[in-house]
């Protein structure tokens, strides 16, 4: 993989990562677009999987994903509320695990994460 792609990936996982009470933590949304899913429902497809991962690991599934709902701007300037899922770093490798090995965002990403 080339080091622009690398640098770009990285820092792109960076800035969008959360903290709090000492806890990192990403939105599965913010992943969706840097795992270049241009759909929610395929890439919610990819979140059932790693679910199903968390939970015959013997992990609850509710500590690694947890689903919240934001508010988005619309194109006619109102807002609405709309679900996402505030993920583990677990997680997010769970995802990169059971996503398309295809993308190069995806085989960045299961390094990244584990």
């Keep these: ?55 015959n690991a013997s992990q609850i599934v509710k500590d690694h994903f947890v689903d919240v709902n934001k508010m988005v701007q619309t194109g006619s300037g109102s807002s609405r509320e709309i679900p996402d899922i505030r993920l583990s770093r677990y997680a997010c490798y769970l995802i990169a695990q059971n996503g398309d090995p295809h993308k190069e965002a995806i085989a960045f990403a299961q390094s990244y994460f584990a």
Excluded at 10 to 21: A, D, I, V, W
């Design 1 to 55: 993989m080339k080091k622009e792609i690398v640098a770009r990936l990285s820092k792109s996982f960076e800035e969008k990562t959360h903290m709090e009470q000492g806890v990192e933590y990403w939105m599965a949304r913010d992943i969706q677009e840097i795992l270049e899913y241009n759909e929610w429902r395929n890439f919610n497809n990819v979140i059932e999987k790693a679910k199903i991962a968390c939970q």
